[in-house]
């Protein structure tokens, strides 16, 4: 939010799935052994990968002249300067640190303060063109990987940004302390290591016929699936209320790490239910089969139809979840499921998308 209390919501913009795919062919294409791991960037999470000893931090985000854009608690935008990466860093420092963010030299430099041996940011004022960005990126972690000395892939990198985009884009690259001796491998001859990311449970759903919603409505949507355990999104669109449950489901899923009262997301959609004529019994249905098929339902053998409510309670119990139902049919035996569930778990939360609202579980 802004000083006068409005939300001023993070405009995105920025491709991390593709950044994470680059990263990971780079390992595969250099057919090195390097441990790899991807968080959210908040200064919790940063903690963590300086109290694990990283070897090497790469940040991509957005960066201000004097400051860097992470993400607080709740998704929303938390500003570290300076000073506060610096204290963060010293006492344990990495040995290399790519700041891949726009007019991000001012920060390079207070991680030289810090300790930091080798340091690659943009210069000043500058912007990165994302294409650029991506190619110096590339072809840069593919020599560190293959053990090429840090000095030796800056330049490759350089070199490839200036074929294609020019002197001008090569020259916003730069790597501190300038008068530093950058001619030192990251990784030589090391055993074979492991990719460790977040694996997600679900595939995010497509929506048909859908436009993509704004970050502000999905940063109030996230609010109020944090806050409380049972949030209706009604009226408008059906596509546009499927959209905006997918995209807040997306947002979660991303961030595991921090949002810990939501750990496995299980999202029914209206088209994927099995229709049997029992309307809102085919999403418990539906519920049930997707715990089966992920090894959550505790049973060993398929219920019958008057068990499966039942079975996907207990199955539930204990566990830190999502479960969407997009478009879904509001009747009695639906209304009651979701009661019984809120009443016997303390952990498990609903996002329903649907025409009307749901007065009797709000009631409940």
């Known amino acids: 939010r802004d000083s006068e209390g409005d939300l001023r919501p993070i405009q995105n913009g920025l491709d991390f799935d593709s950044e994470k795919r680059l990263l990971l062919d780079c390992i595969r294409d250099a057919n090195e052994g390097i441990s790899l791991t991807f968080d959210v960037a908040t200064f919790e999470r940063l903690q963590v990968a300086i109290a694990r000893r990283s070897r090497c931090l790469h940040f991509s985000g957005h960066g201000y002249p004097n400051r860097l854009l992470f993400e607080d608690d709740l998704g929303g935008a938390h500003f570290l300067d300076g000073d506060d990466l610096r204290d963060c860093i010293h006492s344990h420092p990495c040995q290399f640190v790519f700041v891949s963010a726009c007019s991000s030299e001012y920060m390079g430099n207070a991680l030289v303060r810090a300790g930091v041996p080798h340091v690659l940011c943009c210069r000043h ?96 949507l996230l609010q ?20 905006l449950a997918s995209a807040v489901c997306k947002f979660i899923n991303d961030r595991k790490s921090i949002f810990l009262c939501v750990q496995s997301i299980h999202y029914i959609q209206h088209r994927l239910a099995a229709m049997d004529g029992q309307r ?9 089969f997707q715990l089966l098929a992920k090894g959550r339902e505790r049973t060993a053998q398929r219920c019958v139809d ?23 049919f509001i009747d009695d035996t639906l209304t ?29």
């Open 125 to 220: 004022d500058s912007e990165f063109q994302d294409r650029a960005a991506i190619e110096f990126t590339h072809i840069f972690y593919f020599s560190v990987f293959k053990g090429f000395t840090i000095a030796d892939a800056f330049q490759k990198g350089k070199q490839r940004v200036n074929a294609k985009f020019g002197n001008i884009e090569a020259s916003k690259f730069l790597l501190l302390p300038q008068s530093a001796d950058h001619d030192v491998p990251l990784f030589a001859g090391e055993k074979r290591g492991e990719i460790l990311r977040v694996e997600r449970e679900y595939s995010t759903p497509s929506v048909a016929n859908a436009t993509l919603p704004q970050q502000e409505d999905i940063y109030k």
């Open 224 to 243: 109020r699936v944090l806050s409380h355990r049972l949030v209706a999104v009604v009226g408008g669109k059906a596509s546009e209320r499927s959209s």
């Open 280 to 288: 809102g019994f085919t999403f418990i249905k539906s519920l049930y």
């Open 306 to 328: 008057k068990d499966m409510a039942v079975s996907v309670v207990s199955s539930l119990i204990g566990s830190p979840s999502l479960i969407v139902f997009d478009e879904c």
């Open 336 to 364: 009651d499921f979701i009661g019984q569930v809120l009443e016997l778990t303390g952990t498990v939360k609903f996002l329903v998308t649907c025409q009307e609202g749901l007065k009797k579980c709000l009631q409940a």
